[in-house]
Structures are given as C-alpha cells and as structure tokens.
C-alpha cells in the first residue's frame, strides 16, 4: 500500500502565507506527476496545481502569481508555497501522484483563510 499524508495547513489571516508539504511512503518505484486540488464545502474538488517529473508546472488562474508547486524526487515529496492568500482559498487541500500509472490521494489538509 502507498500512503500520501499532508502537512503545513492550518488558520492564516488574509495576506499570510503557508507552505504544504506531502510525502508518500510505501512500494514506490517511481512518481510521473504530482498535484495539489483543493475543495471547500459544498463545492467541487478542483485542481490547483501539477508538476511533472520533468519539472513542467501548471496552475489554476485563481493561484496564478501566489502560489508556486516544487517536488523533491528523493524523499518522494511535493510541495505547495502559499502566499498573499484569500479567504476564498479556504479549503481542505488533497495532495495526490501518479504512482505506475495509478492516481493516489492524500487524505488533505484544512487551511482556513480569515477575513
């Protein structure tokens, strides 16, 4: 089994920052892609932000210009740079990789952004 577990997220007042980090540990041979998605309550899981193993990045326009996805292929790890966030960025953040051809999840992340 390969396990993915989130970290970094927490409450962040409107302008602040906050770094996510996600780790994968179990039978991993190796990692194609890896992402950030992000749903609040209510409302759809929409992607936020992919880096391929090649080091290609894309991101949501909501994020464009604040937000800034990095990997670290040695300790099986993606990251997630946070900054001048919004209160509509509240939500649970699910980090997930495509490990042999498989999509796997983290179980995500709260992060509350105040007014």
């Known amino acids: 089994q390969v396990h993915l577990v989130e970290s970094g997220g927490g409450v962040v007042q409107a302008g602040g920052s906050l770094r996510l980090s996600c780790t994968a540990a179990g039978n991993i041979a190796s990692i194609n892609n890896m992402g950030w998605s992000r749903q609040a309550p209510g409302k759809e899981r929409d992607v936020v932000a992919i880096i391929t193993r090649n080091l290609n990045t894309k991101y949501a326009d909501f994020v464009e210009g604040r937000f800034t996805i990095s990997r670290d292929n040695a300790k099986n790890t993606v990251s997630l740079q946070m900054n001048s966030l919004k209160p509509e960025d509240t939500a649970v953040y699910s980090c997930?990789?495509?490990?042999?051809?498989?999509?796997?999840w983290g179980r995500g992340t709260q992060v509350t952004v105040s007014s």
């Open positions: 997930w990789m495509s490990i042999s051809g498989e999509l796997t």
